[in-house]
């Protein structure tokens, strides 16, 4: 799998950006098939740090929800992603604003 395509995008939300204030940690949204050494290699190459622990977790998918529409009733499921919460080595810093 290639590098380019196992990141899809970092998450930027409040709890995530206390992790990284307190603990170094960051968090991704990754591709559903990426492994944990893949998406080791990708952060590594992509930011140039020493990832130290890397913790997966899939959202989405499962039972389906039922809407009511004027056409009648509808079944859909959530979309699924896969999240990655990064540990990096002390003193090493992934800077998410440069490409702002």
């Known amino acids: 799998m290639a590098t380019k395509n196992i990141i899809v995008k970092p998450i930027i ?11 170094n940690k960051y968090g991704f949204v990754v591709d559903n098939r990426a492994s944990k050494d893949e998406i080791r290699e990708a952060v590594e190459s992509t930011y ?4 130290e622990g ?3 977790m899939v959202y989405g998918g499962g039972k389906p929800k039922m809407k009511y529409t ?3 009733v509808s079944y859909q499921r959530t979309k699924m992603f896969k999240k990655a ?7 090493d810093v992934i800077d998410l604003y440069s490409s702002i």
């Not at 939300?13 to 603990?23: I, M, N, Y």
């Not at 140039?48 to 990832?51: D, E, F, M, P, S």
């Open 13 to 23: 939300t409040e709890k995530v950006s206390d992790q990284t204030e307190r603990l």
């Open 48 to 51: 140039g740090v020493k990832v």
């Open 70 to 72: 004027t056409k009648g």
């Open 85 to 91: 919460i990064i540990t990096v080595a002390d003193g």
């Open 54 to 56: 890397i913790n997966t």
